[in-house]
C-alpha cells in the first residue's frame, strides 16, 4: 500500500518505509491525533512521537520490540493523555521542549533545546524550538541522506496554516517568523511534513501561502 498520510482513528496505521527509516502514523483519540513510530532499519530501535491517546493502541504498534524513548512535541494535554501508560509500560526515556516540560504530567528525562539531537538507532533527528502555540513548542527534523528531508511539526504547521495562536498577534508573529526561518528558509519544498493532526504536507505545497497566512494573521 503507497503510503498516503491519511489515516482516521479506528482505522488502521499507514507506514512510510524510507531506506534507513520506517514511519508509521496513527491516529488516535477524540481530538485526531497523529502518533508517528519511527524505527531504525539498522537497529531496530523504535522512537514514538506524541502518545497522545488509546495507549493500548499505541502499545499495540509499539508492539514487542519496545520503545527506546517517546518524544512529546508540546505540552497541550491531547498530546500526551497515554504518556503515563506508555512510558509505564515500556520504559522509555522521555523527551519534550525545555519551556514546556512543567506542563507535562510526566516528567521528562531530557529537556530539550534548538538544535538539539535526538537519536534513534543510527538516525538523528534535529530538534527546532518552535515559538507560539505554546512557549516550548519542537519539530523534529530528519534529513534523509538517501532522500528528501522529513519534518514533524507538532501542532505548528499544519495544511494551510500554522497552528492556532488563540488570536494573540504577538504570539502569531513568534510563530509564523519561527516556522519561516527554521523550516521554510532551510528545508526544500520536497520536505515532508508530517502535522500533529488531519494530512501529510510538504513545504513545496505550503511555501506559496506564507505572505497569505500573515496577512491574514493566523
Known sequence: MMYSGEVKVGGPAQVHELKDLMITKIAVGPMDNNAYLLRCRATDEQLLIDAANEAHTLLGMIGDDGIASVVTTHRHADHWQALAEVVAATGARTYAGREDAE????????????GDTIRVGQVELTARHLVGHTPGSIALVYDDPHGHPHVFTGDCLFPGGVGNTHKDPEAFARLIHDVETKIFDVLPDETWVYPGHGNDTTLGAERPHLAEWRARGW
Open 103 to 114: 506542563g507535562i504530567p510526566v516528567p521528562t528525562d531530557v529537556l530539550v533545546d534548538d
